[in-house]
T-cell receptor, first 113, second 111 residues
């Protein structure tokens, strides 16, 4: 069974640009979570999508947004990129109603120059 | 105070040693607890859930102390392959709207 996949693996952008990160959950999982992990820091919760709706968001500015598609895949968009947005962005998925056990994708490493 | 706090380490122990580290949480309403393992430049992976009665999986033992609001992870007979960062995870509600990850404890096992 395929795990959570993310694309691209690496992304290099400059300040002010926009970045789009993609995630495909494990088959059967309807919840998708996005996390930011800056170098040397822990995972910071960004967004949670379930059944196409945003269920919760962490303490991030509105320029971090996303969506979930009917096939449960998800996009994370970061507008007006800032240098401090450089981080590993991890996507995780879980079964419906069992959000405690999350399975992570390999992440997208975003570098903002 | 952070919602979930861990000693960042690093813990540097010899192969075969027993090592333990704790994680404290601030929300007394927390219901679910986990340990995840994250290898360098890799994604976190679930190591084990932490049950009220404590649970063991091979060389790994997890304990929950609700009164003092901490969870612990004990690794016996440590192997070189145990070197990783261990993330404590706390879920405030059973159908979590937000899971909180600790910053992780880095463990390094030396030969």
């Amino acid at each position: 069974e395929a795990g959570v996949t993310q694309s691209p693996t690496h992304l290099i952008k400059t300040r002010g640009q926009q970045a789009t990160l993609r995630c495909s959950p494990i088959s059967g999982h309807t919840s998708v979570y996005w996390y930011q992990q800056a170098l040397g820091l822990g995972l910071q919760f960004l967004l949670w999508y379930d059944e196409g709706e945003e269920r919760n968001r962490g303490n991030f500015p509105p320029r971090f947004s996303g969506r979930q598609f009917p096939n449960y895949s998800s996009e994370l968009n970061v507008n007006a990129l800032e240098l401090e947005d450089s981080a590993l962005y991890l996507c995780a998925s879980s079964f419906p109603g069992v959000s405690d056990t999350q399975y992570f994708g390999p992440g997208t490493r975003l570098t903002v120059l | 105070r952070k919602e979930v706090e861990q000693d960042p380490g690093p813990f540097n122990v010899p192969e075969g040693a027993t090592v333990a580290f704790n994680c404290t949480y601030s929300n007394s309403a927390s219901q679910s607890f986990f340990w995840y393992r994250q290898d360098c430049r890799k994604e976190p992976k679930l190591l084990m859930s932490v049950y009220s009665s404590g649970n063991e999986d091979g060389r790994f033992t997890a304990q929950l102390n609700r009164a003092s609001q901490y969870i612990s992870l004990l690794i016996r007979d440590s192997k070189l392959s145990d070197s990783a960062t261990y993330l404590c995870v706390v879920s405030p509600y059973s159908s979590a709207s937000k899971i909180i990850f600790g910053s992780g404890t880095r463990l390094s096992i030396r030969p």
